[in-house]
């Protein structure tokens, strides 16, 4: 996100605040999504709505019972003091239904969450179940598609994408981090969380799978670990 978009503002604290960053500024919006209206950014609110429409379509009971804790918030993820929420960017939402918003952290999650998670995902929404410590109410916008964005001109004139948008590291989050675990995991025995969030442990067990196979072992995922990720024989 900082990569790709910028940073929203100078300073943060666990309260929201608003956005400063001027090219980010004109990119938030307030919309109807469908079945309430959200502040976020522009790609992303579209995508959402997408996404509702379809759940209109196939789950309309859940449909009816939807509603947001909110999407634009400009803040440290909870509990942390370095690590900026994914809201920041208006590019993450936290659902509620029938008006209650799920437990965060209690490892267990509303019956409507893990019913609709397949078509948010279909929309390229990662689910916060997943994270190390679970947050079953927030979806946000996978790292592939806010890349596709970038290249595809979603915030300014279309771009080549930068060298470190293929590489990964600490505070990094999403799918291809969840893949890596899992390979680090199968490859050497790490016991790595396949949480999807790239952590002090999951570098340390990246440094020594490069260490292992005569990599730069700096702990950053770029395309020469990636491939002798993929390529290394299971033990």
């Known amino acids: 996100m900082l990569r790709v978009l910028g940073n929203p503002r100078g300073n943060y604290d666990q309260s929201c605040q608003s956005v400063t960053h001027p090219v ?23 995508q959402l709505r997408s996404a509702l429409t379809d759940l209109r379509t196939e789950m309309p009971e859940i449909y009816a019972v939807l509603g947001s804790a909110g999407m634009l918030c400009v803040r440290y993820v909870r509990g942390s003091k370095s690590s900026i929420s994914n809201h920041s960017w208006g590019c993450a939402i936290d659902f509620t239904l029938e008006g209650k918003l799920d437990t965060r952290g209690d490892n267990r999650a509303q019956k409507g969450l893990t019913a609709m998670h397949p078509i948010m995902n279909r929309h ?41 948008a293929h590489r990964f590291s600490i505070g990094d989050r999403g799918p291809e981090v969840e893949w890596t675990q899992q390979r680090l995991n199968i490859l050497s025995g790490f016991d790595v969380d396949e949480d999807g969030i790239f952590g002090p442990a999951t570098r340390a067990a990246v440094i020594e799978f ?3 196979h005569g990599l730069t072992a700096d702990g950053v995922l770029g395309p020469k670990t990636m491939e ?8």
């Open 24 to 46: 980010i500024r004109k990119l938030i919006v307030t919309e109807s999504v469908g079945p309430f209206k959200v502040t976020g950014l522009k790609p992303a609110v579209d």
């Open 124 to 164: 390229n929404f990662f689910w916060g179940a997943a994270f190390k410590t679970e947050d079953s109410m927030h979806f946000e916008i996978s790292r592939q598609q806010l890349l596709a964005w970038h290249r595809d001109g979603a915030f300014g004139e279309p771009q080549e994408l930068p060298q470190e």
């Open 210 to 212: 490069q260490r292992q």
């Open 228 to 235: 002798a990720l993929k390529n290394a024989p299971t033990q």
